[in-house]
C-alpha cells in the first residue's frame, strides 16, 4: 500500500415534557449543522472550538487533495502501526489478528465509538486505520492516527475527538468511566463506554486518545464481561503505538510511562449538570438523550422540596428527553442542582428530603408503595433513591425513581417516571444518581 491520502466520500408534567421535546428537537438541528467541542483550558475551565477545525464543513477539503506526504514523511507507510504482538497486550487469551488496514482514501466513515464524521482534521496530511480481531476471545481493536500538518493543528485535533467523546450522541451507550493520562503522548484521556446486553453482562468499549507532536492516536478496545474493564491494558497497547510513532525519523514526540487518574470527560451542558452520554441505556430507545431547560419543581409529592426553606445560595434543573424517539411525552429524566453555604447545609437538605420520602407511604394517602432501591456512599457522595408508586384515582398508579445525594457543598435531584416498557434496573438508576452527584460539584 503506497501513500495514505485521503479523499472525500460520500398532563401538565407531559405538557411541559412535549415543549422541552419541541425545544430539545431545535437544539439537535442545532448541533447537527455544526456542533462546538470542548477542550480544558488552564484553571480547568472549557473553552469551545469548532468541531471541524477551521470554517471547512465536514468532511471538506481545501483544493483537490490532500496528501501532503511532501510536508511530512511522518506514517508516510503502515509500517509503525500497532503489530499482533503489541495488540496482544490488550488481552492475552486467544490469537490477535489483523484484520484491514486502510489508508485515508479508504478509511470508513466510522471507526471508534461517538465518532460522528470521518476525519477530525479535514485539512491534515494522512490518516491510517487499523483493525484487529480475535477470534476464541470475539474481542476487536482498532488502531485510528491523524496526522496534522503541525503540532498546533494536532492539539485542535485532539479537542476535536475528545469532543466527540465528551458529546457523544451514539444511541444506546452510557459512558462508564473515563481518565486522564500521563506519560502517553503530550496529553491524553481513557473512556470506557458500556452497553447492556443483559442483567450483569455489558459490551464494553475502552477507548484511548492521545496527541504526540503531528499525531492524533485512537485506540479502541471492544469486549463483552460481567466487569467494567480497567484501563491498563489499552494503557499499554496505546503506549506501544506511540512508541513506534515517536521512534520515526523528524517525529518531534516522546513518550513516558503510561498512568491513567479517574477524571470525568467535561460536558458540555450546563456547569453542574450530566452530559447525555451520562444517562441510562434503555433498550427500547434508539436515539440519543438531549437537554432542555426545564423549571424547578417540589417533587412528586413525597418529597416536598422546599429549596428557599432550605437555604440553597443557588439552584437550576434540566430535563433530559430523547425527542426523535418513538417514546410518550411523559418519558424523560428531570434533574435539579443546588448548592449551599456549605457540605453541612447540603447534607441538612438531603438528610430531610430522605426522611420525608421514606416516611411517605403513611404520611401521604395517595402513596401506595414507596420502596427504598439504593443507598449510596461513595466517598464524599451520600443519598438515596425509591420507587415510589401514587394512586391517582380512577384505577391510575403512576410510578416514579426518584434520588438524592449530596457531594460536598452541593445537592442533586432526579426523577424518573416508570412507563410502561421503558424502566431501568435499580442499579442502572443508582449508577446515574452517583454520576449527577459527581458533576454537580461544577454548579456554583
Known amino acids: ?34 456542533a462546538a467541542v470542548l477542550i480544558l483550558v488552564g484553571g480547568g475551565g472549557i473553552a469551545a472550538v469548532n468541531a471541524f477545525g477551521g470554517g471547512d464543513s465536514p468532511g471538506s477539503k481545501a483544493g483537490t487533495g490532500d496528501d501532503k506526504s511532501a510536508g511530512s514523511s511522518l506514517l508516510s507507510d503502515a509500517k509503525s502501526l500497532i503489530d499482533v504482538p503489541a495488540a496482544k497486550s490488550l488481552s492475552p487469551a486467544g490469537t490477535w489478528a489483523i484484520a484491514a488496514t486502510a489508508d485515508g482514501s479508504s478509511a470508513p466513515d466510522k471507526s471508534f465509538v461517538c465518532q460522528p464524521q470521518r476525519f477530525a482534521d479535514p485539512a491534515g496530511v494522512r490518516t491510517w486505520v487499523r483493525t484487529f480481531r480475535n477470534a476464541a476471545t470475539k474481542e476487536s481493536a482498532v488502531q485510528y492516527v491523524e496526522v496534522s500538518n503541525d503540532s498546533t493543528a494536532a492539539d485542535k485535533t485532539y479537542a476535536t475527538i475528545t469532543g466527540w467523546l465528551s458529546g457523544c450522541l451514539t444511541p444506546q451507550v452510557r459512558l462508564i468511566a473515563s481518565y486522564t493520562t500521563t506519560g502517553l503522548g503530550e496529553r491524553g484521556v481513557v473512556a470506557v463506554f458500556g452497553q447492556p446486553t443483559g442483567e450483569k453482562t455489558s459490551n464494553y468499549k475502552t477507548i484511548s486518545v492521545t496527541t504526540a507532536g503531528q499525531a492524533t492516536m485512537v485506540l479502541e478496545h471492544d469486549s463483552a464481561g460481567t466487569a467494567v474493564p480497567k484501563p491498563d491494558a489499552v494503557l499499554s497497547t496505546a503506549g506501544a503505538g506511540l512508541k513506534r510513532i515517536c521512534d520515526q525519523p523528524g517525529a518531534n514526540c516522546t513518550t513516558g510511562t503510561p498512568t491513567a487518574s479517574p477524571a470525568l470527560l467535561p460536558s458540555n451542558e450546563s456547569a453542574g449538570f450530566m452530559a447525555p452520554i451520562d444517562l441510562p441505556v434503555l433498550a427500547s430507545v434508539n436515539k440519543p438523550w438531549v437537554s432542555a431547560s426545564t423549571t424547578t ?28 424517539a418513538d417514546v410518550p411525552t411523559e418519558f424523560g429524566l428531570d434533574a435539579t442542582v443546588s448548592s449551599y453555604a456549605n457540605a453541612t447545609a447540603a447534607t441538612a437538605f438531603v438528610t430531610g428530603i430522605r426522611k420525608n420520602v421514606d416516611s411517605c407511604a403513611k404520611a401521604t394517602s395517595d402513596a401506595v408503595k414507596v420502596k427504598t432501591t439504593s443507598t449510596i456512599s461513595v466517598g464524599a457522595i451520600k443519598g438515596e433513591a425509591w420507587r415510589a408508586a401514587y394512586d391517582t384515582g380512577g384505577g391510575k398508579v403512576f410510578t416514579y425513581r426518584i434520588g438524592i445525594a449530596s457531594n460536598g457543598s452541593n445537592a442533586v435531584y432526579i426523577l424518573f417516571p416508570v412507563l410502561k416498557n421503558l424502566d431501568i434496573s435499580d442499579n442502572a438508576f443508582a449508577d446515574v444518581l452517583v454520576r449527577a452527584a459527581e458533576r454537580c460539584t461544577a454548579y456554583k
Open 1 to 34: 500500500m503506497s501513500g495514505s491520502h485521503r479523499a472525500p466520500r460520500g398532563g401538565s408534567r407531559a405538557a411541559a415534557r412535549q415543549a422541552r421535546r419541541a425545544q430539545a428537537r431545535r437544539r439537535n438541528q442545532l448541533i447537527g449543522a455544526g
Open 297 to 324: 419543581r417540589t417533587g412528586t409529592g413525597c418529597e416536598k422540596i422546599d429549596l428557599k426553606k432550605a437555604k440553597a445560595t443557588g439552584y437550576k434543573s434540566l430535563t433530559y428527553v430523547t425527542p426523535d
